[in-house]
Structure formats: C-alpha cells, structure tokens
C-alpha cells in the first residue's frame, strides 16, 4: 500500500515561486507513475505533470509548461513552480499509479492519492 503526503502549500503573489513536496512510503518510482493533478473550487480535479519510467520521462500540460518543473528523488516527488498566476489556484494532490512504463492525467488511473495541500495566488 502506497502512502503518499503532500506539504509546501501557501499563499503567494502573482509572480511568486512555491515548491510542493510529496512524501511516499518508500522508493516507488521505478515502479509507479507519480503525478500532480490540482483542483480548483467548484471545478473537475485535473493533471497538471506526471513523471515515470523511473524518472526519466516527463509530462507537463501546455497551462504549466515552462513554469513549473516535476522532480524526485529517493522517496520524495517535488513540483517547482514559478510565475505563479491567480488561475494556478487550487488544492494540489500528488497521486500513483502501478505502471511505471505509461503516464496519465486521468484521475479514474491512479489509485493512490494524498491528502491535497493548498496553493493560493493572488
């Protein structure tokens, strides 16, 4: 059973950097797609990168592409991001899947979740 904790969350003005964190039970990506999807009030829960093959292929979506950076190391998945806009408001969950060989953005694929951390622009 994977476990996975999310932290780094704040508020920040447009135009700032925060960096968010993910703690797993563990050294799960050679064997696990690990991802970052946000939510934002009153909308659909949606991926925003996802890195797997043990690390060495990335996924952004064009919204975040250039500003925000995926990242691990042992048992850690980080989300960098900079240039912060409003729009980037939402609560931010890490999730996995148990494939490390196919990425995707689509909650109904993953299986693991954390508990969400909050990122606030404004």
């Known amino acids: 059973h994977v476990q996975l904790v999310e932290s780094g969350g704040g508020s920040v003005q447009p135009g700032g950097s925060l960096r968010l964190s993910c703690a797993a039970s563990?050294?799960?990506?050679?064997?696990?797609?690990v991802a970052w999807f946000r939510q934002a009030p009153g909308k659909e829960r949606k991926g925003v990168a996802a890195?797997?093959?043990?690390?060495?292929c990335i996924f952004y979506v064009d919204s975040v592409k250039g500003r925000f950076t995926i990242s691990k190391d042992e048992n850690t998945l980080y989300l960098q991001m900079n240039s912060l806009r409003p729009e980037d408001t939402a609560m931010y969950y890490c999730?996995?899947?148990?494939?490390?060989?196919?990425?995707?953005?689509?909650?109904?694929?993953?299986?693991?979740w954390g508990q969400g951390t909050q990122v606030t622009v404004s």
């Open positions: 999730a996995a899947h148990p494939n490390a060989f196919w990425y995707s953005l689509s909650i109904d694929d993953y299986q693991y």
């Open positions: 563990g050294n799960i990506f050679n064997t696990h797609c």
């Open positions: 890195i797997y093959i043990g690390g060495s």
